[in-house]
């Protein structure tokens, strides 16, 4: 009786207890890449940059190397400063000077309503082509906003940013509003989350490998600060202050980028933009490095881990996979499809074509929790590793209603066998130290159909991917 009542119950309309589907008018492609653009955030970054390591802390692309490839990603970006030397020389004729380093931030947005109200769920990828001192491939930290009483047009009133999630190794670090260390930049242009990068190297004891931290400092209170005192910010978890270098700041948000005087970052200037220090070497704000970076989408790397790919062997290994139920194929930014519909596998496994073993035993973007919401959320940081485990794909975590995946989605045979490509679980910014309960939803039943107001775009591409250009300079 009770597996006729939970197959009953994901396939009827939903309400449980939260208000059931209305409809909201859908978002414009402009409005999605609008929203995203207004509420990515600032990046204040430490580097280490001594003895011949110029640029390695830099953000990137995928293929700043232009040979198409991820798995060589590494032992190329081990060769930024050959990057940068060509620049100062003006070597034209260098191989460097195809490089196309273009700062970016992999993104995706998922609209979806409850009741006459929409929210937003925006992801930001901060990808760093090495970590751990060069010796790993593939860095994947990300920075998550919810949104609520989106309207259609980014910061209008009665909107509001509800929660945020930061990557801190393998801790999930949540803010809501009105918490201490959620701290924003407010322009006319955009509202962005500041946020500390620790540099690639350091102990397991320090700030290292590029996680990240919530800056505890108000806007007001940097801006305030004579542009010769050090450049530093205090970050949670530490609460203490820790050197910037960088300024990563979204090149869309052109307020923001004219009050911090950001460039992009082009062969042409790259040597007048490295940090250049180690990561004890403090500067001050006048000397930190302000670099615009750009948008890409999620959905651009998603195609390369699938098993139909030809060429999904040249970025990943198979030791690794992950099968998703696509109710829609994956697009790019044209509507043509790249992944089709159906039960599909995909590989994640990290290939380093620079390493003995070919991987550093990572796995790439469909492998990760956050992009299914799927994360044990900590209020502060602790020791790397000791998250709880949130037991999603197993069936048995459940949200702040009683409901599991296969609830919500209707499909009772997906625990520990597949991920469903709408499975989403929307935190709300508290914590529940329940080991397998997290506080937040599943969306329910068909919350991503335009009829339900709700958009899933973490398989849809909607930023054009501009293949080997530089960033324009004004």
Same mark, same amino acid.
């Given at each position: 009786?009770?597996?006729? /009542?939970?197959? @009953?119950? =994901? $396939?009827?309309?939903? +309400? !449980?207890?939260?208000?059931?589907?209305? #409809?909201?008018?859908?978002?414009?492609?402009?409005?999605?890449?609008?929203?995203?653009?207004?509420?990515?955030?600032?990046?204040?970054?430490?580097?280490?940059?001594?003895?011949?390591?110029?640029?390695?802390?830099?953000?990137?692309?995928?293929?700043?190397?232009?040979?198409?490839?991820?798995?060589?990603?590494?032992?190329?970006?081990?060769?930024?400063?050959?990057?940068?030397?060509?620049?100062?020389?003006?070597?034209?004729?260098?191989?460097?000077?195809?490089?196309?380093?273009?700062?970016?931030?992999?993104?995706?947005?998922?609209?979806?309503?409850?009741?006459?109200?929409?929210?937003?769920?925006?992801?930001?990828?901060?990808?760093?082509?090495?970590?751990?001192?060069?010796?790993?491939?593939?860095?994947?930290?990300?920075?998550?906003?919810? /949104?609520?009483? @989106?309207? =259609? $047009?980014?910061?209008? +009133? !009665?909107?509001?940013?509800?929660?945020? #999630?930061?990557?801190?190794?393998?801790?999930?670090?949540?803010?809501?509003?009105?918490?201490?260390?959620?701290?924003?930049?407010?322009?006319?242009?955009?509202?962005?989350?500041?946020?500390?990068?620790?540099?690639?190297?350091?102990?397991?004891?320090?700030?290292?490998?590029?996680?990240?931290?919530?800056?505890?400092?108000?806007?007001?209170?940097?801006?305030?600060?004579?542009?010769?005192?050090?450049?530093?910010?205090?970050?949670?978890?530490?609460?203490?202050?820790?050197?910037?270098?960088?300024?990563?700041?979204?090149?869309?948000?052109?307020?923001?980028?004219?009050?911090?005087?950001?460039?992009?970052?082009?062969?042409?200037?790259?040597?007048?933009?490295?940090?250049?220090?180690?990561?004890?070497?403090?500067?001050?704000?006048?000397?930190?490095?302000?670099?615009?970076?750009?948008?890409?989408?999620?959905?651009?790397?998603?195609?390369?881990?699938?098993?139909?790919?030809?060429?999904?062997?040249?970025?990943?290994?198979?030791?690794?996979?992950?099968?998703?139920?696509?109710?829609?194929?994956?697009?790019?930014?044209?509507?043509?499809?790249?992944?089709?519909?159906?039960?599909?596998?995909?590989?994640?496994?990290?290939?380093?074509?620079?390493?003995?073993?070919?991987?550093?035993?990572?796995?790439?973007?469909?492998?990760?929790?956050?992009?299914?919401?799927?994360?044990?959320?900590?209020?502060?940081?602790?020791?790397?590793?000791?998250?709880?485990?949130?037991?999603?794909?197993?069936?048995?975590?459940?949200?702040?209603?009683?409901?599991?995946?296969?609830?919500?989605?209707?499909?009772?045979?997906?625990?520990?066998?597949?991920?469903?490509?709408?499975?989403?679980?929307?935190?709300?910014?508290?914590?529940?130290?329940?080991?397998?309960?997290?506080?937040?939803?599943?969306?329910?039943?068909?919350?991503?159909?335009?009829?339900?107001?709700?958009?899933?775009?973490?398989?849809?591409?909607?930023?054009?991917?501009?293949?080997?250009?530089?960033?324009?300079?004004?």
């Amino acid at each position: 009786m009770l597996a006729l /009542v939970l197959v @009953v119950l =994901g $396939t009827l309309p939903v +309400t !449980g207890n939260r208000a059931a589907h209305a #409809t909201v008018p859908l978002l414009t492609t402009a409005q999605r890449q609008a929203y995203l653009n207004y509420y990515a955030p600032v990046i204040f970054k430490r580097a280490n940059e001594d003895n011949g390591q110029d640029g390695r802390d830099w953000l990137t692309n995928y293929d700043f190397d232009q040979d198409r490839n991820f798995a060589t990603n590494r032992y190329h970006w081990l060769e930024s400063e050959h990057y940068v030397a060509a620049s100062a020389a003006n070597a034209t004729t260098s191989p460097y000077a195809a490089w196309r380093i273009r700062p970016t931030l992999y993104t995706s947005l998922v609209e979806y309503a409850s009741g006459t109200t929409k929210s937003l769920v925006l992801l930001y990828h901060v990808y760093n082509a090495a970590d751990k001192e060069g010796a790993a491939i593939h860095d994947w930290e990300r920075i998550e906003l919810v /949104v609520r009483n @989106v309207t =259609g $047009t980014p910061g209008a +009133t !009665g909107e509001y940013v509800n929660n945020s #999630t930061i990557t801190h190794h393998h801790e999930h670090i949540i803010r809501k509003r009105g918490d201490s260390g959620f701290n924003f930049m407010n322009t006319a242009t955009g509202r962005h989350l500041m946020v500390w990068q620790a540099d690639e190297a350091g102990s397991v004891l320090a700030t290292h490998a590029h996680e990240l931290r919530y800056v505890n400092d108000t806007y007001s209170s940097l801006v305030s600060q004579p542009v010769t005192d050090n450049a530093e910010v205090e970050i949670s978890g530490k609460d203490e202050n820790k050197n910037v270098h960088y300024v990563f700041v979204p090149q869309a948000s052109s307020a923001t980028v004219t009050a911090w005087g950001a460039k992009p970052l082009t062969f042409a200037n790259a040597s007048t933009l490295i940090g250049g220090h180690d990561n004890e070497h403090t500067v001050d704000w006048y000397q930190a490095k302000r670099i615009t970076y750009e948008l890409q989408d999620i959905a651009d790397i998603i195609p390369t881990h699938w098993a139909g790919n030809p060429a999904w062997s040249t970025h990943w290994l198979s030791s690794a996979s992950d099968d998703v139920e696509l109710e829609s194929p994956v697009v790019d930014e044209t509507g043509a499809v790249e992944v089709g519909a159906g039960r599909q596998r995909f590989y994640s496994k990290s290939r380093d074509n620079g390493a003995s073993d070919l991987t550093d035993d990572r796995e790439g973007i469909i492998h990760k929790d956050w992009l299914y919401g799927v994360y044990s959320a900590e209020a502060d940081e602790d020791i790397e590793g000791s998250s709880d485990h949130f037991p999603a794909f197993e069936g048995t975590g459940t949200d702040s209603y009683g409901w599991t995946r296969q609830m919500a989605s209707g499909r009772h045979d997906s625990p520990d066998a597949y991920w469903w490509q709408h499975d989403l679980f929307v935190h709300d910014g508290t914590v529940d130290t329940a080991s397998s309960r997290e506080n937040g939803e599943w969306l329910r039943g068909a919350w991503y159909t335009a009829a339900n107001g709700g958009f899933d775009g973490r398989w849809v591409q909607l930023f054009d991917d501009r293949p080997g250009l530089e960033p324009s300079i004004p």
